[in-house]
Each structure stands twice: as C-alpha cells, then as structure tokens.
C-alpha cells in the first residue's frame, strides 16, 4: 500500500512537471507569435507585414479562410527585404479619387514595363454591372498579369485567377455623403429619375425604395450603398445587415490596404511603404474633379438621409477608418508627418515644373454633359517632358496608350513598332 502510495506521488510530480513544461513550451511559442499590425513600430514593420502577407497569400492559395496556417522562419527571412511590389490589384473604386491613384500605377507600369489586365476598349472591364472575370479583358500570350486598376466589380477568385499569386490588394473610400454626392451628380440621376436637376438629390432620397426599384428593375445604376455594390456584394444583400457585415469582415481578409480619400497623401504614404516604391513614384496631380460649379451643396438633412440610405457604405467607411488608423499608428504618427511633407514638397516641385493653368470644361477631357471637370496646362517647356505629360494624363487616353504599347510589345514585330 505504502508503495502504491508512493508510486501515486512519484506520478503526480512527474506529470505536474510535464505539464508545467508544456505550459512554458507554449508561452514560448505564443511570445513568437507574430504581433498584430497595431503593434508594429518603424522598420520593424515591413517584417510584420511581410509575414501577414505571407499568412494572407497562404489563406488565399489554400482558398480556405478557416485554416490555421504557421509560417516558416524561410519563408520570413525570404520576404524580409523590401523588393518593390509589381503586382498589384487596385480596385478602382467610383468616385473615391482612383482615377488619381490610377494615373500613379499607370507611371508606374509604364515605366517598368509590366503587364496590365486591360478592358478591351474604353475604360472598363465590363459594363460596370459585371463582376470581374477574365473574359472581359484583352488576352495577351502571357500567364499571369501584373497590375489590375480598370474599373469593374470587385471579385476576389476572378481576380486571383488572372492575377500573381504574391499580387497585394487594394483599393480607396470615401465619405459616403461627399462619395453619393459626386455619384449622383456627376452620374446624372436626376435624368434616370426624371426628377429636377436643382432638387433630384433630395427628392431621392425622400423615396429611396421606391427609385431603386425603379433603378432595380432597369439593373442599371448603383444607388444603394454604392461602394458596396462596386465591391461586389449582390443588388439582393445591399439591405441585408447581416450580409453587410460578412462582406466587411471578408474584406479585412481580402485587401493588404484599403485608402481613405479624405486622408489622400497619408493613404499614398501607407501605399508606399507597402509597395517599397520611392517617393516620386508617388507624387500626383488631382485629376478628375469637379470644379466648385459643378459640385452640389449638401444640408445636414440630406446628409442625415444619405447615411441612413448607405449605412452599409457608412460601416464600410467606419470599419476601415479604424483599419487605416491602426496603421498610421503602426507606422508611427512623426514618421507620418514627415514623409508627407516630403511627399508635398515632391508635388509642388513639379507642379512648378509642369503647370501653367488649371482649366475647367477642357473639350479634350472626358466629363458628363453639364459637368465641368478641372484639369491641367502645360508649360510650353513641360510639354517634352514625359513626367509633366503622364501626370495630367486624364483615365481614357492613358488607358489607350497603355493598351497600345502592351499590343506592341506582344503582338508586333519589332519593324512594325513606331
Ligand atoms: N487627391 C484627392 N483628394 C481628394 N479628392 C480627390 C483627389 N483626387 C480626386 N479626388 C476626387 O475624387 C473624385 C473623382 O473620383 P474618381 O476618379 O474615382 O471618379 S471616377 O469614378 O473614376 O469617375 C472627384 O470628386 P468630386 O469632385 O466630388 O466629384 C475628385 O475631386
């Protein structure tokens, strides 16, 4: 008895000591642990962030958003060095200042010479109804592709079949009342609505059910959480709370980076980082706004309304306002500070160097009837000089040359080249 007794001890020390090994084995194992983006500091940070990229292009290969997935130290060390990023999706999201954000990529493409996924003629890939699959782009003899930033409706497994695996993801938001604004104006719905031009805005949104199923029925226009539907949720889920935030979350999976209009150059400075890109490769001139004429005052009614209308584009915004934050904080707020000011001097160098006027209503830029659209002179010294001539570069024409020197580069002789 005495012996059982004492082989009972000797047990329970031994499995006592097991178990306090394992518990220290673990909190070891926590503590390496990779730290959450709101944790990250400085230089630290691309390690970070490399590492949750790696995470995320594991979840998206293995296409399954429940699995755990660990990460090998290899695979840390490889990603470790920032290499400038050259593929990448921009969702080229309406009326949220992409066209600015895409003339970057455009420079950016051009200059190094890659690959875009292109609509086949015009501006978008598809008739903006469509999510994206790849029958809606031109086909070049090439496997995958390097950068996506036409408009169309975001679709993450089209994408990702057209797309390199190592591709980051991101796209840009607005204030949902300044964002609906410029939509409706600028879209013309007091016409599809057959409503007064000087009140369409409010009239709508006194009956909001009663036009969108108007604009349902048409399956025309995005009026209801327009952000949302460019995204891609169904026409059926843009009411649906429930399917509203299940979209959100997918999409804190989905994009690496999701910018702020309201906060432009702090969102091309995370953008940069993230791209390991070099200052000027940044550095932009508004393009596509509307000139003060054009742009319809909004009353705290209206707005009230407007928000009640989209709450769904409302929690979009507030979620990724969070996001944003979390990664200025993250990236350091004086860290911040400093390179947008560098970014502001780069701009106003060139905007020295390149602009002689900033015009309104140019019959040479693309705008919607009764919309006054600002855009750019030249100096007459400027007009040689590539940068200057890019940067003003308004959606349609840059998306043509662009077109036309990947069909030169993939489907023309060398002789037959201009
Ligand atoms: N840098 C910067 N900061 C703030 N706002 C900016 C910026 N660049 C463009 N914009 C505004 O974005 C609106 C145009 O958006 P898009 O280019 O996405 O429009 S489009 O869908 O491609 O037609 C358009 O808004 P509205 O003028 O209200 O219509 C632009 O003024």
């Known amino acids: 008895m005495a012996h059982f007794k004492q082989g009972i001890h000797v047990g329970l020390v031994l499995s006592t000591l097991l178990l306090c090994t394992l518990l220290l084995y673990s909190y070891h194992a926590y503590l390496k642990l990779p730290v959450s983006n709101f944790q990250m500091r400085g230089a630290s940070s691309k390690l970070v962030q490399s590492m949750h990229d790696i995470a995320k292009a594991k979840l998206r290969d293995t296409d399954n958003r429940n699995q755990t997935n660990t990460i090998s130290s290899d695979e840390i060390a490889e990603e470790h060095h920032c290499t400038p990023r050259r593929n990448i999706v921009f969702f080229k999201m309406h009326k949220c200042s992409s066209s600015t954000v895409q003339n970057i990529l455009f420079r950016y493409g051009e200059e190094h010479?890659?690959?875009?996924?292109?609509?086949?003629?015009?501006?978008y890939l598809g008739n903006g109804q469509y999510l994206f699959v790849r029958s809606l782009m031109m086909k070049f003899p090439?496997?995958?592709?390097?950068?996506?930033?036409?408009?169309?409706?975001?679709?993450?497994?089209?994408?990702?079949?057209?797309?390199?695996?190592?591709?980051?993801?991101?796209?840009?938001?607005?204030?949902?009342?300044?964002?609906?604004?410029?939509?409706?104006?600028?879209?013309?719905?007091?016409?599809?609505?057959n409503l007064p031009e000087d009140k369409a805005l409010e009239l709508f949104l006194e009956k909001p059910e009663y036009y969108y199923a108007i604009a349902h029925t048409a399956g025309k226009l995005r009026v209801r959480n327009p952000m949302l539907y460019d995204l891609g949720l169904?026409?059926?889920?843009?009411?649906?709370?429930?399917?509203?935030?299940?979209?959100?979350?997918?999409?804190?999976?989905?994009?690496?980076?999701?910018?702020?209009?309201?906060?432009?150059?702090?969102?091309?400075?995370?953008?940069?980082?993230?791209?390991?890109?070099?200052?000027?490769?940044?550095?932009?001139?508004?393009?596509?706004?509307?000139n003060k004429s054009s742009v319809r005052a909004v009353s705290p009614k209206t707005a009230d309304n407007i928000r009640r209308w989209n709450f769904g584009d409302v929690q979009l915004y507030d979620a990724f306002n969070r996001t944003f934050w979390k990664k200025v904080e993250a990236f350091g707020h004086d860290r911040m500070q400093r390179e947008v000011a560098e970014l502001r001097k780069r701009k106003a160098y060139f905007k020295e160097h390149c602009i002689a006027d900033v015009v309104s209503g140019d019959e040479g830029v693309w705008r919607p009837p009764g919309i006054d659209i600002d855009s750019f002179k030249l100096k007459p010294e400027a007009s040689k000089n590539k940068t200057c001539v890019?940067?003003?570069?308004?959606?349609?024409?840059?998306?043509?040359?662009?077109?036309?020197?990947?069909?030169?580069?993939?489907?023309?002789?060398?002789?037959?080249?201009?």
């Open 234 to 290: 169904e026409d059926r889920s843009l009411g649906d709370p429930l399917r509203i935030k299940r979209k959100i979350h997918q999409m804190e999976y989905q994009f690496d980076l999701v910018m702020i209009t309201e906060y432009f150059d702090e969102s091309l400075i995370l953008l940069r980082d993230l791209f390991c890109w070099e200052m000027d490769d940044i550095v932009y001139f508004v393009l596509n706004a509307r």
């Open 142 to 193: 090439v496997k995958k592709y390097n950068v996506l930033c036409h408009h169309t409706r975001f679709n993450y497994r089209g994408m990702a079949e057209v797309m390199h695996s190592d591709a980051v993801y991101t796209t840009i938001i607005r204030d949902p009342i300044s964002m609906f604004e410029s939509l409706f104006t600028y879209g013309n719905f007091a016409l599809a609505y």
């Open 113 to 123: 010479k890659l690959d875009f996924v292109l609509p086949k003629e015009g501006n």
């Open 390 to 418: 890019r940067m003003i570069q308004t959606e349609l024409p840059y998306s043509d040359h662009i077109r036309k020197i990947q069909v030169q580069r993939y489907f023309k002789s060398a002789n037959q080249r201009d």
